[in-house]
């Protein structure tokens, strides 16, 4: 049928079905699971990361610990966590593929709020102190304000990296919209090559609109005297883990 | 022929079997070439394309912002997405899966050789014009060897991150190891199978790991000396 065009003129037509778009298992039932397991992947990854990251932060220690998270999640294919967690006991479904995916999300997640309260000026640590607040007060009203952008810029991070990663779930018949490239590759790549196409350009749009919503996110929640500042400062955490 | 979904107590069923690593070694083997090959072939042709465009970056200011915006919008794009636009064009194979991870790991090295390049301290950059270096003659004998942690640096988290994403090549029949590990989810979720692929990629990324800070290691002996004295 489309074989003869190119994959391109295939795509296009392939998108252009409403078919495609609201058949059980079409386009918006896909987009709908992707970002529903994000975002379930991303919560939690914040429920973890964020405490023992803004804790240790706190306390100035486990600055090496951070980095050996880093870098191991570097090392494990997503495709091996994907496989091993339903075969624990978590079992097959949604919950094995949240799992997965929040393991990645929390390296950024974790490295931005060690980074943010690192970063806190000794000044205004010292002040605090001076003032009679206890380890407590000094992380819940001082620290972890002034962390918040780095927050924001771990949030941004891990949740574009898990939205990109979560097509990968498809592997493993997780659901999301890699589920529309892999039926794709199933069809064979003459008869295929229009759907995969049509799946990769859904999934990097999608991971592109996220990037640009929680950009704006990222921006609305730094104080304005902080915007150029923190930014950079937030490149420079992520270089850190990266090891740069 | 029972199939049955929970093979959570099941003896029949071990994480790890040096029986089933005993009775498919070709085929562990096999795996294990092909995933070392394309990560081989991979880094080393990202770092074919990757220094030159950092020098490129480093001589001419101008080009610093675009390469780098270009080669991290091309880091963003989820890996699948990348081969669902290469797959029509490239095929089905290897070629593919090269592609993807070469255009993956370009990023990483190029920031890191142009942060090696721009920290060769200005006076030595002079001193070196002072003694008659050409351009060229300067990046080569003093530019390079001095950028060369940063070099190294990027390449270990390339090659490391490479072993990873060889695995997806599985959508196009060419993962490596993922093949291993893919086929043993797929065979009644064979735990043995899926585990020792696992174990094979993490240890493979330790040894390149290890291998390149080895070599990183002999290469900068000047740092050795500095950091004993």
């Given at each position: 049928m489309t074989a003869a065009a190119g994959p391109i003129e295939a795509a296009v037509v392939w998108l252009n079905d409403p078919l495609n778009w609201t058949n059980p298992g079409g386009i918006l039932d896909r987009v709908g699971e992707h970002l529903a397991i994000s975002a379930a992947a991303v919560l939690l990854g914040c429920l973890v990361a964020?405490?023992?990251?803004l804790w240790l932060g706190h306390s100035g220690r486990g600055g090496g610990l951070v980095v050996l998270v880093a870098n191991l999640t570097l090392a494990v294919p997503t495709l091996a966590l994907?496989?091993?967690?339903?075969?624990t006991f978590l079992g097959?479904?949604?919950p094995a593929v949240v799992v997965a995916l929040a393991v990645f999300a929390i390296p950024p997640l974790l490295a931005n709020a060690y980074t943010g309260v690192r970063e806190v000026d000794p000044e205004?640590?010292?002040a605090a102190r001076g003032m009679g607040f206890s380890g407590w007060q000094l992380l819940r009203r001082v620290e972890l304000p002034l962390a918040v952008p780095y927050l924001a810029a771990g949030f941004r991070t891990a949740a574009v990296q898990v939205v990109a990663t979560a097509a990968l779930a498809s592997f493993v018949n997780g659901g999301g919209l890699g589920q529309i490239i892999r039926a794709g590759?199933?069809?064979d790549i003459a008869a295929g090559g229009g759907q995969i196409l049509a799946g990769g350009l859904l999934v990097a749009g999608l991971a592109m609109l996220v990037e640009l919503v929680l950009a704006l996110v990222e921006r609305l929640v730094t104080p304005r005297p902080l915007r150029n500042r923190g930014r950079r400062a937030g490149r420079r955490a992520a270089d850190a883990v990266s090891g740069a | 022929?029972?199939?049955r979904l929970s093979y959570r107590a099941d003896p029949g069923n071990p994480w790890f079997s040096w029986q089933y690593v005993r009775d498919n070694s070709d085929t562990i083997l096999t795996a294990l070439r092909e995933h070392t090959s394309l990560t081989v072939r991979a880094v080393l042709i990202a770092v074919l394309i990757a220094v030159p465009l950092a020098v490129a970056a480093y001589w001419f200011r101008a080009l610093a912002g675009p390469i780098l915006a270009v080669t991290g919008v091309l880091y963003t794009i989820p890996s699948l997405a990348l081969f669902a636009f290469l797959a029509p064009y490239l095929g089905i194979g290897a070629v593919t899966v090269l592609t993807v991870v070469v255009l993956y790991a370009l990023l990483v090295i190029v920031r890191n050789a142009l942060a090696g390049l721009t920290q060769v301290p200005p006076e030595v950059r002079e001193a070196a014009e002072g003694m008659g270096y050409?351009?060229?003659g300067r990046l080569f004998r003093i530019d390079l060897p001095l950028a060369l942690p940063g070099i190294l640096t990027g390449l270990r988290l390339a090659t490391v991150s490479t072993v990873a994403l060889v695995t997806v090549g599985v959508v196009v029949g060419r993962g490596g190891l993922g093949q291993l590990i893919f086929a043993g989810f797929q065979n009644n979720f064979y735990k043995a199978q899926i585990m020792t692929g696992t174990l094979l990629c993490v240890l493979l990324a330790l040894v390149f790991d290890l291998a390149l800070a080895g070599a990183g290691r002999l290469l900068t002996p000047w740092l050795r000396r500095r950091s004993a004295a």
């Amino acid at each position: 049928m489309t074989a003869a065009a190119g994959p391109i003129e295939a795509a296009v037509v392939w998108l252009n079905d409403p078919l495609n778009w609201t058949n059980p298992g079409g386009i918006l039932d896909r987009v709908g699971e992707h970002l529903a397991i994000s975002a379930a992947a991303v919560l939690l990854g914040c429920l973890v990361a964020w405490p023992i990251g803004l804790w240790l932060g706190h306390s100035g220690r486990g600055g090496g610990l951070v980095v050996l998270v880093a870098n191991l999640t570097l090392a494990v294919p997503t495709l091996a966590l994907l496989t091993i967690l339903p075969l624990t006991f978590l079992g097959f479904g949604r919950p094995a593929v949240v799992v997965a995916l929040a393991v990645f999300a929390i390296p950024p997640l974790l490295a931005n709020a060690y980074t943010g309260v690192r970063e806190v000026d000794p000044e205004a640590r010292d002040a605090a102190r001076g003032m009679g607040f206890s380890g407590w007060q000094l992380l819940r009203r001082v620290e972890l304000p002034l962390a918040v952008p780095y927050l924001a810029a771990g949030f941004r991070t891990a949740a574009v990296q898990v939205v990109a990663t979560a097509a990968l779930a498809s592997f493993v018949n997780g659901g999301g919209l890699g589920q529309i490239i892999r039926a794709g590759f199933g069809l064979d790549i003459a008869a295929g090559g229009g759907q995969i196409l049509a799946g990769g350009l859904l999934v990097a749009g999608l991971a592109m609109l996220v990037e640009l919503v929680l950009a704006l996110v990222e921006r609305l929640v730094t104080p304005r005297p902080l915007r150029n500042r923190g930014r950079r400062a937030g490149r420079r955490a992520a270089d850190a883990v990266s090891g740069a | 022929m029972s199939f049955r979904l929970s093979y959570r107590a099941d003896p029949g069923n071990p994480w790890f079997s040096w029986q089933y690593v005993r009775d498919n070694s070709d085929t562990i083997l096999t795996a294990l070439r092909e995933h070392t090959s394309l990560t081989v072939r991979a880094v080393l042709i990202a770092v074919l394309i990757a220094v030159p465009l950092a020098v490129a970056a480093y001589w001419f200011r101008a080009l610093a912002g675009p390469i780098l915006a270009v080669t991290g919008v091309l880091y963003t794009i989820p890996s699948l997405a990348l081969f669902a636009f290469l797959a029509p064009y490239l095929g089905i194979g290897a070629v593919t899966v090269l592609t993807v991870v070469v255009l993956y790991a370009l990023l990483v090295i190029v920031r890191n050789a142009l942060a090696g390049l721009t920290q060769v301290p200005p006076e030595v950059r002079e001193a070196a014009e002072g003694m008659g270096y050409g351009r060229w003659g300067r990046l080569f004998r003093i530019d390079l060897p001095l950028a060369l942690p940063g070099i190294l640096t990027g390449l270990r988290l390339a090659t490391v991150s490479t072993v990873a994403l060889v695995t997806v090549g599985v959508v196009v029949g060419r993962g490596g190891l993922g093949q291993l590990i893919f086929a043993g989810f797929q065979n009644n979720f064979y735990k043995a199978q899926i585990m020792t692929g696992t174990l094979l990629c993490v240890l493979l990324a330790l040894v390149f790991d290890l291998a390149l800070a080895g070599a990183g290691r002999l290469l900068t002996p000047w740092l050795r000396r500095r950091s004993a004295a």
